[in-house]
């Protein structure tokens, strides 16, 4: 029996060839150098922090070479799909603005190389596969779990590479005939590709982010269509790359290692490989100090859905991010003012191949630095649709008042230099809540931090000074002079260096006065200006906080 003759027995219905493919798939009509990306998730669940890295470098590679960016969905792992995981990461993708050209979109498909979705592709595996069967490059396979492990076994015993190749190949052995005959007998089968290799020789190969090296050249027999009929992973990336005519196939380093198999499979069906970059794993310290790769089970910052519940902007995780592709990228966007990143050209020679470490209080910097941008009635309308969706507590704030919560978020904002007092808006309702009356009273009474080192009576005396003498009516300069003159004519001196040169003949400074006022007022250490906290609170209401703790002492 022909290779030819077992590959109409396997595939009795595939008439079409690898030429229709080609047809059907033509080159595609770009520019000179544009690029076509991918990013081909498999539906097992939420979007990775990882996964979000290498997509933003597919969006961004394709977006500046005018290419194309295409998502596939790679759904061929039955037992680990998670119904409804493909069309999340698709929203999820978008809320980070990384938007595919064509592809998956979640309840539809856009482009003329799809289908996008490795499960619909049945037909065009199987055309491919027929073709190396035909060519004797791939055969059925009948072994059972039980003679895979005795060959593990054995291959054990030995000290030898374990896997399925050369003479432990089992199958590779049998005729055509005996397969034929097993086959009619309804055994089941995977296929296997038959590699030509031998991992004692090493083959060369380049990667954009790591340059060229030297791997051992694949003789694995893999498996490239399960007993389920849907392919692997190795050979349909093959198959939909080529087909779908990546240029550039950027993925996690983990892929490293089979890379010598894409190579044979794309050598041994005539294709030109595209070209590979393998990121870095994003990487965070255990507690004895060892890098190791950012954990689904352990870290909350590996799923991208934590900065969108937590209230990050989506654009803060994006910027860094792109530190991390690209290390000249925070400078280059701090002196674009944190605008729009587009014009960024970011290029592969400078990703580093090392594991870079997940740094929050960076992603907190761009966060803070993105939303000290915002006019009030910008930064409300974010903080609202945010709390429709996430956040109870701090849509109740607004709604209790939008005009107040506006003027809040307004303190020492629309200004040349505005504070960044916020980062996110996940905790922004505790770091308000002092200026609601309810709350405030509900807090106060089990926080309020005075300095030890005052008396009660002391502190009563700042207050009722402050209450009786502070006019709120003046600008900022002209009140904070009027309080250092009140807090001098109380035995307080009126800066520093005067106390520390005879601090026994003050109560204390002027920093002193102005933090009881401070912590009496909100029950803090630290807030926004104070000045402009007690402009927002108002006057009667700062009166009925400053005589309350008065009261209170
Ligand atoms: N489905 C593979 C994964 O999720 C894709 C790898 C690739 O980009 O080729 O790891």
């Known amino acids: ?168 190949a089992k199958c590779r052995f049998l005729t055509n005939e005996e397969r034929a005959e097993r086959i009619k007998a309804g055994e089941p089968y995977v296929i296997r590709f038959k590699s030509s290799g031998n ?41 939909d790359d080529h087909f779908m005519r990546t ?33 870095p794993v994003i990487c965070k310290l255990d507690e004895e100090g060892h890098k190791r790769k950012l954990s689904k089970r352990l870290d909350s910052e590996a799923a991208v859905s934590y900065f969108i519940e937590d209230g990050y902007l989506p654009k803060a995780l994006i910027m860094y991010l792109m530190t991390i592709a690209n290390s000249n990228f925070e400078e280059w966007i701090l002196n674009n003012k944190f605008e729009n990143m587009d014009d960024f050209v970011l290029t592969f020679a400078k990703i580093s191949s090392e594991g870079a470490l997940f740094d929050m209080g960076k992603v907190n910097f761009f966060s803070r630095e993105l939303l000290a941008k915002f006019n009030k009635d910008e930064i409300t309308a974010l903080a609202k649709a945010y709390a429709e969706k996430y956040n109870p507590k701090l849509l109740d704030l607004i709604n209790k008042d939008e005009n107040y919560f506006k003027e809040i978020l307004n303190i020492e904002r629309e200004k040349e230099n505005p504070r960044k007092d916020y980062e996110k808006f996940g905790n922004l309702a505790d770091a308000i809540e002092f200026f609601y009356h309810d709350s405030y009273m509900d807090k106060i009474n089990e926080r309020c931090p005075f300095n030890e080192k005052f008396t009660a009576d002391d502190i009563k005396l700042v207050l009722s000074n402050m209450k009786d003498k502070l006019s709120l009516d003046q600008d900022e300069q002209s009140w904070f002079a009027n309080m250092k003159d009140v807090a001098v004519s109380l035995g307080f001196a009126a800066n520093n260096k005067e106390y520390k040169a005879a601090p026994e003949s003050f109560k204390g400074t002027v920093g002193d006065v102005a933090e009881i006022l401070r912590i009496t007022l909100t029950g803090r250490k630290n807030t926004p200006n104070l000045y402009y906290v007690m402009k927002v609170l108002g006057k009667e209401e700062v009166d009925f906080r400053i005589s309350y703790i008065i009261s209170s002492l």
């Open 1 to 168: 029996m022909t290779d030819i003759e077992l590959a109409n027995l396997i595939f009795p219905n595939i008439t079409k060839t690898i030429d229709d493919l080609e047809k059907r798939y033509p080159p595609r009509n770009l520019p000179e150098g544009a690029e076509v990306t991918r990013f081909a998730p498999s539906p097992t669940g939420f979007l990775h922090t990882g996964s979000l890295f290498t997509s933003m470098i597919c969006h961004k590679v394709a977006k500046q070479s005018k290419g194309v960016f295409y998502v596939r969905l790679e759904d061929t792992d039955t037992k680990r799909e998670i119904q409804g995981s493909g069309k999340q990461l698709i929203e999820q993708l978008k809320i980070f603005n990384v938007i595919p050209d064509e592809g998956y979109f979640g309840d539809h498909q856009v482009g003329d190389y799809g289908p996008y979705v490795q499960s619909e592709r049945a037909e065009i595996y199987n055309i491919v596969i027929k073709h190396l069967i035909s060519i004797g490059r791939a055969y059925p396979c009948f072994c059972k779990a039980e003679d895979l492990d005795f060959i593990r076994s054995k291959q054990e015993q030995a000290k030898l590479i374990p896997g399925y190749y050369g003479q432990f």
């Open 199 to 239: 991992h004692v020789r090493k083959i060369r190969v380049k990667d954009l982010v790591r340059g060229e090296f030297e791997i051992a050249q694949n003789d694995q027999d893999i498996v490239i269509c399960k007993s389920d009929g849907l392919p692997t992973y190795h050979f349909a990336h093959a198959c």
């Open 247 to 279: 240029t550039t196939v950027i993925r996690g380093e983990e892929w490293i290692a089979s890379l010598p198999i894409h190579i044979e499979l794309f050598e041994t069906l005539g294709w030109k490989a595209p070209n590979y970059a393998h990121l």
